[in-house]
C-alpha cells in the first residue's frame, strides 16, 4: 500500500478509529486507536477482513459471511464495530474514497454518549416518578391540613359568639387570623401541586365583578388601616357587571399582590387601578395595576420574582414570611387566562405589579348593584390622595420623614398606655424603617422598644420609647 497520502505519526495519535481497505474488504492500514479498541494485534488485524469487524452486516445464518461490500456500510451514520472477542461497541462512521482505489473509513466510539443517554433517560425517568410522589404527597398533606384548621376556626367561631372577656376575644380573633393565614398557604401549597401535576383546570363560571372587588377589598382593608396606609381604588365604570370566568383564582391573584404590597410597605400609600383594555364581541380584556411604596425591589432581584420558593433574598422571609409560592402561582394563573404579569420597581421607592387577563362577557345586565359600605367608599377613598414620593418618607431626617416619624410616636405612646400591643408593635416596625439611617445609638434603643413592646411589658416599652424620643430631641429640637 502507497502510504504517502498520510502521515502515520500523526494518525496514531488520533483518538478516532481510522483504517485503510481495498474492495475485497482486507485491511491495508489502521492507527493504534483501531487495533487498541477491538483489541487485536496490529499484525492481527492486518490479517483480518472488514466483514468480520462488521459482520452484524455480513454474517450469514450458518456462520459463514457474505464477500465484503462497502455498500452496505455506505450512509450508516451509527452502526457497531465487534471486538476480537466478538463484542462490540457503537461508533459513529464516515468512508471516504481516494483516487487510487483504497477506501478509507473514520470512526468514532460513542460508547460515552450512549452510556450518557441511558443515563439521562433513568434519571428523566426517575425525577418523573419523584415529582409525581412529591406531589401526591403534597396534594395529601394539604387536603388533611385543611381539616383541623377549619375545625379550629368553626370551634373559635363559636367561642367568640360565646365570650364577653375582651382580652379573651383578642385572643381567639388572633387565632382566627393564624388559621387564615394557614389556610391561604394551604391554598398556594394545594394549586402549585396541582400546577406541576398538570391537573390544574380553571373553573369558568358568572359572576359579579365589581361585588368581586368589593370583597377583594374589604379582605384588606383592616390590615390597611392598622398600618394607616392610604389606599386609593380606580375602577372602570366601563367594565361590564357580570363576566364569566375563574372568580376564586382572579381573587387568588389579586389577594396575592395586595398581601404583598400591603406586608412590605410599612409607610406611604398602596392603590388599585382596573381598567378595561379592549372587548371584541363577548371577549373583554382587563387590565390591574397594583402599585405601593414599599421596600421596592432592585433590578438584579426581580428575575426571582415569579420563581417557585424564590423571594428576593434571604431576609424577606426572616422578616416578613411567606412561601416564596404567591408570585408564582400568579403568573401561572394569569398566563392560564391568556394574559401576562410585569412589575415595575426600584429599591426603596416602591413598586407596581400590573396583569391583564381576558374574560368573557355575561348576557346578564343586572338590575341594580348592591352597594356595600365598602364599595360606597370607594370613591371617598380617593379623596385627598397626594403622589407623595417615598425618598421623602425614607430619608432620615427630611421634614417628611420627621412628620411621619413624630405622628406615629405620639399613636405608639397612647397604645402602650392603653395596652395596645398589637398596634404599638406595627407603629414600632414603622418607626423602625422609617429611621434606617440614624446616627448614634438610635438603632440600639429602638431594638429594645420593640423587645418590651413583643414582651407587652409597659415599663420596659416606656423607658425605652423615652430613651428614642430623647436622641430624636436631642437631634432635631423640641417637638
Known amino acids: 500500500m502507497e502510504k504517502d497520502w498520510m502521515d502515520l505519526n500523526v494518525l496514531d495519535e488520533t483518538f478516532e478509529i481510522v483504517i485503510a481497505f481495498d ?3 482486507k485491511i491495508l492500514f489502521a492507527n493504534k ?4 479498541k477491538m483489541c487485536y494485534t496490529e499484525e492481527e488485524l492486518y490479517e483480518c477482513n472488514m466483514s468480520k469487524i462488521f459482520w452484524q452486516e455480513f454474517q450469514q445464518e450458518n456462520g459463514s459471511y457474505d464477500p465484503f461490500d462497502k455498500g452496505k456500510l455506505l450512509g450508516k451514520k ?3 464495530m465487534y471486538r476480537k472477542n466478538s463484542s462490540c461497541f457503537p461508533i459513529e462512521l464516515r468512508l471516504f474514497s481516494s483516487k ?3 477506501d478509507y473509513l473514520l470512526a468514532e466510539d460513542i460508547t460515552w454518549r450512549k452510556n450518557m443517554d441511558v443515563r439521562i433517560r433513568q434519571l428523566k425517568e426517575e425525577e418523573e416518578t419523584n415529582r409525581q410522589m412529591r406531589n401526591e404527597f403534597t396534594a395529601n398533606v394539604t387536603h388533611e391540613l385543611r381539616t383541623p384548621v377549619n375545625g379550629i376556626k368553626g370551634h373559635v367561631g363559636a367561642l367568640l ?6 382580652e379573651q376575644r383578642k385572643t381567639l380573633e388572633i387565632i382566627l387570623f393564624c388559621c387564615d393565614n394557614m389556610s391561604a398557604i394551604i391554598n398556594n401549597i394545594l394549586d402549585f401541586s396541582k400546577m406541576e401535576a398538570g391537573e390544574f383546570v380553571l373553573e369558568e363560571t358568572e359572576f359579579d365583578f365589581y361585588k368581586m372587588m368589593d370583597h377583594v377589598i374589604a379582605t384588606h ?6 398600618k394607616e396606609l392610604r389606599f386609593s381604588v380606580y375602577i372602570d365604570e366601563n367594565i361590564p357587571q357580570f363576566v364569566i370566568g375563574d372568580e376564586l383564582r382572579i381573587v387568588r391573584i389579586l389577594n396575592n399582590l395586595l398581601s404583598n404590597a400591603v406586608k412590605f410597605t410599612l ?3 398602596i392603590s388599585v387601578d382596573v381598567s378595561k383594555a379592549m372587548q371584541v364581541n363577548d371577549e373583554v380584556e382587563l387590565f390591574f395595576m397594583v402599585r405601593d411604596t414599599g421596600i421596592g425591589i432592585s433590578r438584579e432581584e426581580q428575575d426571582n420574582l415569579f420563581q417557585s420558593f424564590k423571594q428576593v433574598d434571604a431576609s424577606i422571609t426572616r422578616r416578613f414570611g411567606g412561601t416564596g409560592l404567591g408570585l408564582s402561582i400568579t403568573k401561572q394563573l394569569v398566563e392560564m387566562m391568556n394574559g401576562t404579569v410585569h412589575v415595575e420597581s426600584e429599591k426603596g421607592k416602591g413598586s407596581c405589579f400590573s396583569f391583564n387577563i381576558k374574560l368573557r362577557t355575561s348576557g346578564n345586565a343586572g338590575e341594580s348593584r348592591d352597594l356595600s359600605e365598602t364599595y360606597q367608599n370607594w370613591s371617598n377613598l380617593t379623596v385627598g390622595m397626594e403622589q407623595e414620593h417615598q425618598e421623602d418618607y425614607t430619608t432620615f431626617g427630611s421634614e417628611e420623614n420627621k412628620a411621619q416619624i ?5 399613636k405608639l405612646l397612647l397604645s402602650i398606655e392603653l395596652g395596645a400591643w398589637d398596634k404599638a408593635e406595627t407603629l414600632a416596625e414603622t418607626i423602625k424603617a422609617l429611621t434606617e439611617s440614624p446616627e448614634g445609638n438610635m438603632k440600639k434603643e429602638i431594638l429594645r422598644m420593640e423587645m418590651g413592646i413583643r414582651k407587652e411589658n409597659y415599663e420596659k416599652s416606656m423607658a425605652a420609647y423615652e430613651q428614642v424620643k430623647a436622641v430624636l430631641t436631642e437631634k432635631w429640637g423640641k417637638w
Open 23 to 25: 474492495q475485497s474488504g
Open 33 to 36: 486507536a483501531a487495533w487498541e
Open 406 to 410: 413624630k405622628r406615629r410616636m405620639e
Open 78 to 80: 451509527e452502526t457497531v
Open 161 to 166: 359568639d360565646a365570650i364577653e372577656d375582651q
Open 221 to 226: 382593608m383592616a390590615e390597611i388601616n392598622k
Open 267 to 269: 409607610v406611604g400609600q
Open 100 to 102: 487510487n482505489g483504497t
